[in-house]
């Protein structure tokens, strides 16, 4: 079993930045894929990013370039940061997990991102 507990959201100005924390824990963590995902209302959920447990990562395209995931292994938590985020990037964040890069098993809480001046 993996619990997933995020941290960070928020209401942050176009232009501005962001950091989503995710810290893991479970026996098998540190194999897992770790990711993050959003939801709008009136949307599907959909990936934003995820890292898998050698570092190679993954990123929509929407926010390629303007957002960055990272994982430390070490302590078991995955980091989400956003710079120049839009409007549009307003939505629930979720952090993901998984045991490949297709199977999302267990989900955090979720935290709100507002993007707006």
């Known amino acids: 079993q993996v619990q997933l507990v995020e941290s960070g959201g928020g209401l942050v100005q176009p232009g501005g930045s962001l950091r989503l924390s995710c810290v893991a824990s479970?026996?098998?963590?540190?194999?897992?894929?770790l990711g993050w995902y959003r939801q709008a209302p009136g949307k599907q959920r959909e990936l934003v990013a995820a890292?898998?447990?050698?570092?190679?990562?993954n990123y929509a395209d929407s926010v390629k370039g303007r957002f960055t995931i990272s994982r430390d292994n070490a302590k078991n938590t995955v980091s989400l940061q956003m710079n120049s985020p839009k409007p549009e990037d307003t939505a629930v964040y979720y952090c993901?997990?998984?045991?490949?890069?297709?199977?999302?098993?267990?989900w955090g809480q979720g935290t709100q991102v507002t993007v707006s001046s």
């Open positions: 890292v898998g447990s050698s570092g190679t990562t």
């Open positions: 479970g026996s098998m963590v540190r194999v897992y894929v």
């Open positions: 993901s997990g998984g045991p490949t890069w297709s199977l999302t098993q267990f």
